[in-house]
Each structure stands twice: as structure tokens, then as C-alpha cells.
């Protein structure tokens, strides 16, 4: 099981709250090239996380089709690690028993983006 985060370069801190929180791989893709437009969302991932600020409009849309077509959870935000942390509190706190791999299995899943 792992975490794709989309944007940013330098996400030290993003991954540093993800691994300590949720114990999760982290892959990470700049976004800088146009070839991440054309990427496949490899199947280990179980939560996408989009970091608005460092996106092209159109790799942000591309990566939201992926992640609905797979019903992916997905998560957007800017540059603040203590945005992330209240999204994925929020997530962690409305069922206690959630789990991200639920999350992929159910399609009509009602935290399948947060803005």
C-alpha cells in the first residue's frame, strides 16, 4: 500500500507526516513534465494526494479521472502539511474502523475527493 503525491519539489514534511502517522510507502511525481499527463496510477497506491500549487491544470484533471476511474480516494491541497493533517484526520476520524483499501474497494464512497 502506498501514497501518491502529485506536485511540489521539495515534500520532505508531507512525507515525514505520512509515514509517521499512516506507516505508508510514499511514491512522489513533480508534475514537471508532460509525460506524467499520460501516466497510469500504479495499483499499490490507495490515496492520491494533489498539491495544487505546483500542478498544471491539466495534469490536476487528468490525475482526478485516474483516481475515479480506480476509486482512488483523492485529496487536494496546497503547500501546508497542516492542511494535509486535518484532511486525513478528517478521513481517519469519521469511521473508525476506515481503511484506505475500503476506500478503493467501494466506488460510491463519500470521501472520494476533498477540497
Known sequence: MAILIVGGDYITSF???VTHQH???IEHWDGRKKEFNKRSLPNKIRLVVVICDYVSHRLALSIK?????RGIPLVFCHRSVNELKHKLQHIDQTD???CWD???ENKNDQFQRFH
Do not use: I
Open 15 to 17: 512525507k515525514h507526516l
Open 96 to 98: 473508525p474502523d476506515y
Open 102 to 104: 475500503r476506500a478503493c
Open 23 to 25: 506507516s505508508m510507502q
Open 65 to 69: 479521472e485516474k483516481a475515479k476511474q
